[in-house]
């Protein structure tokens, strides 16, 4: 299929997107771009009365964008799903976390699919996006959807299409990014296929969705061994007293075979430290195992551990850590967002004050956080604020970062990021993989 055989909008006019969180929303308002009409269904009743005032909750997203959508008629939102019924096409963008023993939790996804069986006609595509174990859409969606008595593709069509965005990607928008998509027979594929090329510039047929949901968790699994083993490398370079940075620097002028990686206090997000651990459950159901995956998810466990030793060091002899005060500056798993979802900040921090410390936080997207049963206000960047604190430590690395400030007041800077780069003040500065030597 070449992307010269769109269809036109006949029998695509409404979408139902369930799930207005990072994926659905900006999902939802790809295809209003396109002329199409949206019904979108998220249980948060918070997101659906935000939505309804005309506000985004999404950085990436205008309140003007939003406005217009919804004042328009353009995107009807709601906590119920009886419109779904009146939809063409339904994209099912429902979290897939993991269990308290890391296992997949598709409780999100099987609640979804029985809400929709009372509502399904047919005729009807359903495509979901949720990352997941690969046989989940043929195995677990299929079954459940065809309890409404219309078989999958024949009377519904069932597809999926792994979702890939990237939250604070000011250039690189939802509709840029080519898309993967897959379907449980031929036709299925078509539909899903023909709808998609209207919103995205570049659509990708596979020949399976196993094959789909598989290549979803091959692009995390990639990035989780490849940033792991980078975290790895910054511990053996502090021993060296080598600078991981100028090595991975150095090492990224080969023009080929080489792709820069950095270290950072551990991956967070729903993607990247989750997708591997559903690869590596189905592996196990098949009686093998990734050995790669769980060794880097070790070593990602381990790294806010290793920094709070490194600060316990750093601060060695004349202070321990339970008589210190930490600031930490981001909190959020990436700069430029406000998510929170498996950001190692929160380990980060619990461990700091179960060792007594004093910790503060700082982040322009997050105004409060609980850990436990403690509430934390971001504090705001003064200069008494700096220096009254033992040490600032760089967690994430926001473009609003005031850098110079930071290392102008602070007495100690530890670094996760490499943003002190080429930045100096009368701040002692250490980085992680920096080498043991202070700067300042």
């Not at 429902?94 to 009372?118: F, K, N």
């Not at 997207?365 to 850990?371: A, G, H, K």
Request: hydrophobic fraction near 40%; include cysteine; proline fraction near 6%.
């Amino acid at each position: 299929m070449k992307k010269d055989e769109r269809t036109d909008k006949f029998g695509y006019g409404k979408v139902g997107i369930i799930g207005l969180g990072f994926v659905g929303l900006p999902l939802a308002l790809a295809f209003i771009r396109q002329g199409f009409d949206v019904i979108g269904i998220d249980l948060d009743g918070a997101k659906i009365s935000t939505l309804n005032e005309g506000r985004s909750y999404l950085p990436d997203i205008e309140d003007e964008e939003i406005r217009r959508a919804v004042s328009s008629g353009k995107l009807a939102v709601s906590e119920q799903y009886d419109d779904m019924a009146s939809a063409e096409s339904i994209v099912i963008c429902v979290p897939t976390p993991l269990s308290p023993q890391q296992t997949p939790d598709l409780s999100y996804l099987t609640d979804t699919c029985s809400r929709l069986v009372p509502l399904l006609r047919s005729n009807q595509l359903i495509v979901l996006e949720s990352s997941t174990f690969p046989g989940t859409t043929k195995e677990v969606v299929q079954p459940l959807l065809e309890r409404s008595g219309l078989a999958v593709g024949e009377d519904i069509f069932l597809a999926y299409s792994p979702e890939r965005i990237d939250p604070g990607n000011k250039q690189l928008t939802i509709d840029k990014i080519p898309k993967v998509v897959s379907g449980i027979t031929e036709r299925c594929l078509d539909r899903v296929y023909k709808l998609y090329s209207q919103v995205f510039e570049q659509v990708v047929p596979v020949s399976t969705t196993e094959t789909a949901e598989a290549a979803k968790l091959l692009e995390n699994s990639f990035r989780l061994v490849n940033i792991s083993f980078m975290n790895e490398f910054a511990k053996i370079c502090e021993k060296m007293n080598v600078n991981v940075w100028e090595v991975i620097e150095a090492a990224r002028t080969k023009p080929y075979g080489f792709m820069a990686f950095y270290p950072g206090p551990g991956v967070g997000g729903h993607c990247i430290p989750v997708d591997p651990l559903y690869l590596q459950w189905k592996a196990r159901q098949l009686g093998t195992e990734s050995r790669f995956i769980e060794l880097s998810h070790l070593v990602n466990e381990s790294m806010p551990v290793y920094i709070v030793e490194e600060l316990k060091r750093l601060l060695a002899p004349s202070k321990s850590i339970s008589e210190s005060r930490v600031l930490v500056y981001g909190i959020t798993y990436k700069k430029d967002t406000p998510d929170l979802r498996e950001s190692t900040a929160i380990p980060m921090m619990q461990l700091l004050i179960h060792e007594g410390a004093s910790v503060q936080y700082h982040d322009p997207f997050i105004p409060s956080v609980t850990l436990n049963d403690l509430t934390l206000n971001s504090v705001s960047l003064t200069e008494a604020a700096l220096r009254s604190t033992d040490v600032v430590l760089i967690h994430t690395d926001h473009t609003a970062i005031p850098i110079d400030s930071i290392v102008s007041y602070a007495p100690l800077v530890y670094d996760t990021r490499n943003a002190t780069k080429r930045r100096s003040g009368r701040s002692k500065v250490a980085k992680l993989g920096g080498g043991s030597a202070l700067s300042g």
